[in-house]
């Protein structure tokens, strides 16, 4: 069979992001190209390796086995281009980090920073995802390195204490929940709402939450970071569910109301899984101790 490195990322994008046009941005291809390679897989093969849907593509068997194939081919290579790059001078590792909403926005841009700065020859891929899907995908070996709510079941995974944090609701000083100590997300969901773009992971785990209440979010805007949620809360546009490590940095320049959420799920014990820290790369290993630190 006729596949290059190129086929299989794609293939491993595509399964990953649920749809062919944003498994194709993710290896930076037009979508035509990466339907056309998709295509010319399933004609070598002679076999669909995707089922198709308005909802997006899910793997055949077919496809799962080419997925559990692909995975391990790609991981060698990247070994290899890593230890060949040390030769050269060249790029020393690369680290697959998984994170939810609140670790990528709050805590991981100054822990990165750290770790780059003293590390020039690592790179690290962050995404970000919800806490359960990156269980999942550190359990198959697609991420190196995960960063989930402590109340998220890890199976098997080894873990480490990372951060704690809690979420908020934030508003104007006049708003109506102004005047509470604590409120519970249910009475939060009968107000305008400033949240974070769609893609976000937080914004889907509260619109699940909202679900499961019989509501939904009423949204007036949605934005890509906290900080610009609270800008515009500030101006009056709704109220906020924002980390409380957030909300007070704000609220020591803007007049905000910060009230807390007296939800279970609200209190964010963030904690790092591996599939074995034994197993990761060195450099990989040195992001974990990092982290930690």
């Given at each position: 069979?006729?596949?290059?490195?190129?086929?299989?990322?794609?293939?491993?994008?595509?399964?990953?992001?649920?749809?062919?046009?944003?498994?194709?941005?993710?290896?930076?291809?037009?979508l035509?190209?990466?339907?056309?390679?998709?295509?010319?897989?399933?004609?070598?093969?002679?076999?669909?390796?995707?089922?198709?849907?308005?909802q997006g593509?899910?793997p055949?068997?077919?496809?799962?086995?080419?997925?559990?194939?692909?995975?391990?081919?790609?991981?060698?290579?990247?070994?290899?281009?890593?230890?060949?790059?040390?030769?050269?001078g060249?790029?020393?590792?690369?680290?697959?980090?998984?994170?939810?909403?609140?670790?990528?926005?709050?805590?991981?841009?100054?822990?990165?920073?750290?770790?780059?700065?003293?590390?020039?020859?690592?790179?690290?891929?962050?995404?970000?995802?919800?806490?359960d899907?990156?269980?999942?995908?550190?359990?198959?070996?697609?991420?190196?390195?995960?960063?989930?709510?402590?109340?998220?079941?890890?199976?098997?995974?080894?873990?480490?204490?990372?951060?704690?944090?809690r979420?908020?609701?934030?508003?104007?000083?006049?708003?109506?929940?102004?005047?509470?100590?604590?409120?519970?997300?249910?009475?939060?969901?009968?107000?305008d709402?400033?949240?974070?773009?769609?893609?976000?992971?937080?914004?889907?785990?509260?619109?699940?939450?909202?679900?499961?209440?019989?509501?939904?979010?009423?949204?007036?805007v949605?934005?890509?970071?906290?900080?610009?949620?609270?800008?515009?809360?500030?101006?009056?546009?709704?109220?906020?569910?924002?980390?409380q490590?957030?909300?007070?940095?704000?609220?020591?320049?803007?007049?905000?109301?910060?009230?807390?959420?007296?939800?279970?799920?609200?209190?964010?014990?963030?904690?790092?899984?591996?599939r074995?820290?034994?197993?990761?790369?060195?450099?990989?290993?040195?992001?974990?101790?990092s982290?930690?630190?």
């Open positions: 069979m006729r596949f290059d490195l190129v086929d299989l990322r794609l293939f491993a994008d595509v399964v990953e992001a649920g749809s062919i046009t944003h498994g194709a941005a993710r290896s930076h291809l037009a035509a190209a990466a339907s056309t390679r998709v295509r010319a897989m399933e004609e070598e093969i002679g076999a669909a390796l995707l089922t198709r849907s308005r593509v899910v055949t068997p077919a496809g799962q086995t080419l997925l559990k194939h692909a995975r391990l081919m790609l991981e060698q290579s990247a070994r290899l281009r890593e230890d060949l790059g040390a030769y050269a060249g790029l020393s590792g690369e680290v697959r980090l998984l994170a939810n909403t609140n670790a990528s926005t709050e805590f991981l841009p100054e822990a990165l920073g750290r770790f780059l700065a003293d590390n020039p020859k690592v790179r690290v891929d962050l995404e970000e995802r919800l806490s899907e990156i269980v999942g995908l550190i359990a198959e070996g697609v991420g190196d390195i995960g960063i989930v709510a402590g109340t998220v079941d890890v199976g098997g995974l080894e873990t480490f204490p990372f951060r704690s944090d979420f908020v609701v934030v508003a104007q000083a006049d708003h109506p929940l102004a005047a509470q100590a604590r409120v519970a997300f249910a009475q939060v969901l009968a107000f709402l400033v949240g974070l773009e769609r893609t976000s992971a937080l914004q889907r785990f509260l619109a699940d939450k909202a679900a499961r209440l019989g509501s939904s979010l009423n949204l007036r949605q934005l890509r970071s906290f900080d610009a949620v609270c800008r515009l809360v500030e101006a009056g546009v709704g109220v906020g569910v924002v980390p490590s957030t909300a007070a940095r704000v609220a020591q320049a803007k007049p905000l109301s910060v009230i807390e959420l007296e939800d279970d799920w609200a209190v964010r014990d963030l904690t790092l899984c591996v074995r820290f034994a197993d990761l790369r060195p450099y990989a290993q040195d992001l974990v101790r982290l930690r630190a």
